[in-house]
């Protein structure tokens, strides 16, 4: 796997036989990210839990919503991993973008460092 960062955007991209695989967003100085008009980066990850719950009710039962490592929610149809990191005494929304067909398996997808350590 390689990777690719840049700092002053605030985004680390990683490639599979040079394909972008995964794309992880800096919650500090990454840039703003919409899905359906709420904003991903940088956000009170219970608030972001609840939005995620509730997208999930109106669609077909158990194949929207899943839950990694300590409890940090995967939506299927945004592709999208919410991930946290610390930013002083709280934690904030820090996405993860990847193919939506390795959400059931993400720890072996991408790098251990493409996970944050809080």
Request: hydrophobic share 40%; charged share 25%; glycine share 8%.
């Amino acid at each position: 796997m390689a990777e690719g960062e840049y700092r002053e955007f605030g985004l680390k991209l990683y490639y599979r036989e040079e394909r972008l695989a995964g794309v992880v967003v800096d919650a500090l100085r990454g840039p703003q990210v919409f899905a359906e008009g709420v904003a991903l980066v940088g956000q009170v990850p219970s608030v972001l839990e609840q939005w995620m719950l509730d997208r999930a009710e109106v669609r077909k039962p158990y194949t929207e919503l899943s839950y990694m490592d300590a409890g940090v929610p995967g939506s299927s149809s945004l592709g999208v991993v919410l991930d946290v990191q610390r930013a002083g005494d709280h934690l904030l929304t820090r996405p993860v973008f990847v193919p939506r067909e390795v959400l059931d398996d993400l720890t072996h997808f991408l790098p251990r460092e493409a996970w944050s350590r809080c």
